[in-house]
């Protein structure tokens, strides 16, 4: 028995949910018997690194392991009190103690989620957390939660997306190396112009080219020289990484954040301001900072194009943000009918120092663009001149999976 207590411990993350509740069934049917095979069942059941929660019918905790009260932040009472508490109320996780007090309150008795939660060190850790049903003799007798750390997994998945993103600088590289060559050949050959004419100036008794022979060479070295930095200064902005620390975070609270400070604004510009958002209860994996950098941007470049078309007070003027999801991806809609943009200006949108504006840096919809694929997600942007502009921002939904079952 002492060899499959080891070599279960030792495979514990590759044991699927039925495995683990098979063994979770055996302890329970054995937990009232005093015997060297309930002592072995008990020890697999504190040595998984998966968390384990068995509860009963009315979702009191009847056995936890150490795995799940660490990564639930579990607080189990000494007294017997403890096991007529509900389980969502001895978790600290306040966004996964509402997923399981949704499961109970809507008799879901298989689903699963991902939760990102900050440790005590600051860093981020993300979990799986799943509920099943526990069945004795063939009667549903209680539920079991699993926790699983998928912050491995997680990890995996950002390195290998940057990684792709890495791969794409070669071409990137190579139209650099293509855009340099022009101002280099033309600083190469207006120095060697300006060499022969002193070579020349030398063998005619020191006597110098005309002043703005020399000038006119110099203004072209210098512009050359400008362009390259500019080049260089684009280049450098394209490939510094965004510094983002990913979770999986709630968008429409952080829309309706957001909002709350641009309405006013549009009001006072007798602009239209409507909001419309859908699945209130997703989550999905962004930097909540960066993500409202995002929504603050594009709401500003649509104040300016109904601005530009309306006037200071246009009351014709609409704004509007809506979210969704579609074919398993989480939408977030940006839409305006100012005053739109041309093939040319939607051409180079993306790009580093492009701006249509007087003041404008020319960052803004770059730095959008780099975010969201930051986020591995996509932004596409149609747009007429005189009818508006709409931004369509998908971004990748976490794995989860929820049945329901009467």
Not at 130 to 143: A, D, H, R, W, Y
Not at 241 to 261: G, M, Q, R, Y
Not at 349 to 365: I, Q, R
Request: glycine share 6%; aromatic share 6%.
């Amino acid at each position: 028995m002492r060899r499959f207590v080891d070599k279960v411990t030792e495979k514990t993350d590759k044991l699927s949910n039925e495995q683990l509740s098979r063994i979770v069934r055996n302890l329970s049917l054995e937990v009232e018997t005093i015997s060297e095979e309930n002592d072995e069942y008990r020890s697999i059941f504190e040595s998984l690194s998966t968390g384990l929660v068995v509860v009963d019918e009315n979702w009191n905790v009847l056995h936890s392991n150490n795995a799940a009260e660490r990564l639930l932040n579990f607080s189990v009472f000494e007294d017997s009190s403890s096991s007529l508490i509900p389980v969502w109320e001895l978790s600290g996780e306040e966004e996964i103690s509402g997923f399981i007090k949704k499961c109970a309150q809507k008799n879901i008795t298989n689903a699963q989620e991902e939760f990102s939660v900050e440790t005590d060190g600051g860093s981020i850790r993300f979990l799986s957390v799943s509920v099943g049903p526990l069945f004795q003799e063939n009667k549903l007798t209680g539920k079991i939660i699993f926790v699983k750390d998928i912050t491995g997994q997680k990890n995996q998945d950002v390195l290998l997306h940057r990684m792709e993103n890495l791969a794409s600088l070669t071409n990137l590289a190579a139209g650099m190396a293509h855009e340099i060559k022009n101002p280099l050949g033309a600083i190469s050959i207006h120095i060697q112009l300006v060499q022969r004419a002193l070579e020349k100036a030398r063998q005619n008794a020191d006597t110098l080219p005309a002043r703005k022979f020399i000038e006119d060479h110099i203004d072209v070295v210098n512009e050359e020289i400008e362009h390259l930095n500019s080049l260089v200064m684009d280049f450098l902005f394209a490939v510094r990484p965004v510094n983002a620390k990913l979770e999986l975070k709630n968008p429409v609270a952080v829309i309706n954040t957001v909002s709350d400070f641009l309405k006013p604004e549009f009001n006072r510009n007798g602009i239209n301001f409507e909001i419309d958002l859908r699945e209130k209860d997703a989550r999905i994996m962004i930097d909540e900072k960066l993500f409202r950098e995002v929504i603050v941007n594009m709401a500003q470049n649509a104040l300016a194009a109904l601005k530009e078309k309306y006037g200071e007070k246009g009351s014709e003027g609409h704004f509007r943000l809506a979210t969704g999801i579609k074919d398993g991806k989480y939408i977030v809609c940006v839409t305006d009918n100012g005053s739109g943009m041309n093939e040319e200006t939607l051409s180079k949108l993306f790009e580093p120092y492009y701006t249509t504006k007087a003041n404008g840096t020319g960052l803004g919809m770059t730095m959008c663009y780099k975010i969201i694929k930051e986020f591995s997600g996509e932004i596409h942007v149609d747009s007429v001149v005189g009818e508006g502009t709409q931004f369509i921002i998908t971004l990748p939904l976490p794995q989860s999976e929820t049945k329901l079952l009467g």
